[in-house]
């Protein structure tokens, strides 16, 4: 069943922050509820074509595919491609808005199987589902900003060489 769902939020941290983990989803586990693994296909640099090997939790059930990055424009735009039984592409654009990021998210796919179910949920559940990425994500983001003010260690994933190909911005522009 096909199903378009789009989110337009700001969130209280600048774009490049909030990119890098859009950008990667080994990430995606650390702020996301249902993403359950996230891992890069073969031992190439990620670049537009890379597959992640991946698994969401839909209530008790584990469902695999694989997420293909379809386009990137780094710090900006970032669109990924879920195989079946998704079937989906989401966009995510970020765009500099008030010391924050006015982040646009389209979902859109012709869900398979079982899952197809799902497509018959109100736009309002949909938009509460996905919204709870975006939440954790700001959770995440406050995390580092509190480490880095009490002048703590940044976390190892940081670190990481795919992560930190989209440089962050400094923590100071971030408004409350």
Same mark, same amino acid.
């Given at each position: 069943?096909?199903?378009?769902?789009?989110?337009?939020?700001?969130?209280?941290?600048?774009?490049?922050?909030?990119? @890098?983990?859009?950008?990667?989803?080994?990430?995606?586990?650390?702020?996301?509820?249902?993403?359950?693994?996230?891992?890069?296909?073969?031992?190439?640099?990620?670049?537009?074509?890379?597959?992640?090997?991946?698994?969401?939790?839909?209530?008790?059930?584990?469902?695999?595919?694989?997420?293909?990055?379809?386009?990137?424009?780094?710090?900006?735009?970032?669109?990924?491609?879920?195989?079946?039984?998704?079937?989906?592409?989401?966009?995510?654009?970020?765009?500099?808005?008030?010391?924050?990021? @006015?982040?646009?998210?389209?979902?859109?796919?012709?869900?398979?199987?079982?899952?197809?179910?799902?497509?018959?949920?109100?736009?309002?559940?949909?938009?509460?589902?996905?919204?709870?990425?975006?939440?954790?994500?700001?959770?995440?983001?406050?995390?580092?900003?509190? @480490?880095?003010?009490?002048?703590?260690?940044?976390?190892?994933?940081?670190?990481?060489?795919?992560?930190?190909?989209?440089?962050?911005?400094?923590?100071?522009?971030?408004?409350?």
């Amino acid at each position: 069943m096909w199903k378009r769902v789009v989110l337009d939020v700001h969130l209280p941290h600048p774009p490049q922050r909030v990119f @890098r983990y859009l950008a990667d989803p080994a990430r995606w586990p650390d702020f996301a509820p249902a993403v359950a693994f996230r891992q890069l296909i073969g031992d190439v640099p990620p670049d537009v074509g890379s597959r992640w090997w991946a698994v969401d939790r839909i209530g008790p059930f584990r469902v695999r595919f694989a997420d293909v990055l379809e386009s990137i424009e780094p710090g900006r735009r970032v669109v990924w491609h879920s195989t079946s039984p998704w079937n989906s592409r989401v966009e995510y654009v970020c765009l500099p808005e008030n010391g924050g990021t @006015r982040m646009r998210a389209e979902y859109e796919g012709d869900i398979a199987g079982w899952l197809g179910l799902t497509a018959l949920l109100p736009a309002i559940a949909w938009e509460w589902i996905l919204m709870r990425d975006f939440f954790g994500l700001t959770r995440l983001l406050d995390e580092e900003d509190r @480490r880095h003010r009490a002048g703590g260690r940044p976390d190892a994933r940081e670190s990481r060489p795919y992560s930190t190909s989209f440089p962050a911005t400094d923590t100071s522009s971030r408004i409350s």
